[in-house]
T-cell receptor, first 113, second 114 residues
Framework: DAGVTQSPTHLIKTRGQQVTLRCSPK?????VSWYQQALGQGPQFIFQ???????QRGNFPDRFSGHQFPNYSSELNVNALLLGDSALYLC????????????FGPGTRLTVL | AQSVTQLDSQVPVFEEAPVELRCNYS??????LFWYVQYPNQGLQLLLK??????LVKGINGFEAEFNKSQTSFHLRKPSVHISDTAEYFC????????????FGTGTLLAVQP
């Protein structure tokens, strides 16, 4: 059983560009959350998707947007990239029967130059 | 609003020695508590969780944690560490209810030395 997968593994962009990160949840999970982990910090909650809708959002600007597809996979989009957006972006999925436990993917390392 | 404090940014310890990683949280409502481990260049792996019931929680790799409501703490312990335990450890809280978003502490680097 594959766990949570994310692509790409690494990404380098320049300021002002746009980026899309992808996540496939663990089998049987219907809820996907995204977190940003800056170097030396704990992960910060960006938003959560359930039934293809954004259910909750953290303190991130509108430049950060997302989408969930009918197969529960998800995308994170960031527009007008800033140097401060450089971070590890983690996707986590939750099982249907136990919404309090989240399973994390390996992350996408985004570097903005 | 909930918050999590991990006072120790780094804890050096010798192999086979015991270790305690401290975590305190602030919340006016009941919370669920978690410890995650992050190995270099990897995502987060759940070590253990407290949802309700017994305040002593046992997790994977020989780790355990004790929930103390009066002190709002959830310290992680291991009686004997191994070199392979070297990693970043994150304490997290979720308010439960309709959301399971996680609020993380800043992490503690456990550095096990031979």
């Amino acid at each position: 059983d594959a766990g949570v997968t994310q692509s790409p593994t690494h990404l380098i962009k320049t300021r002002g560009q746009q980026v899309t990160l992808r996540c496939s949840p663990k089998s049987g999970h219907d809820t996907v959350s995204w977190y940003q982990q800056a170097l030396g910090q704990g992960p910060q909650f960006i938003f959560q998707y359930y039934e293809e809708e954004e259910r909750q959002r953290g303190n991130f600007p509108d430049r950060f947007s997302g989408h969930q597809f009918p197969n529960y996979s998800s995308e994170l989009n960031v527009n007008a990239l800033l140097l401060g957006d450089s971070a590890l972006y983690l996707c986590a999925s939750s099982p249907v029967s136990s919404y309090n436990e989240q399973f994390f993917g390996p992350g996408t390392r985004l570097t903005v130059l | 609003a909930q918050s999590v404090t991990q006072l120790d940014s780094q804890v050096p310890v010798f192999e086979e020695a015991p270790v305690e990683l401290r975590c305190n949280y602030s919340s006016s409502v009941s919370v669920y508590l978690f410890w995650y481990v992050q190995y270099p260049n990897q995502g987060l792996q759940l070590l253990l969780k407290y949802l309700s019931g017994s305040t002593l929680v046992k997790g994977i790799n020989g780790f355990e944690a004790e929930f103390n409501k009066s002190q709002t703490s959830f310290h992680l312990r291991k009686p004997s560490v191994h070199i392979s335990d070297t990693a970043e450890y994150f304490c997290a809280v979720t308010p439960g209810g309709a959301t399971n978003k996680l609020i993380f502490g800043t992490g503690t680097l456990l550095a096990v030395q031979p």
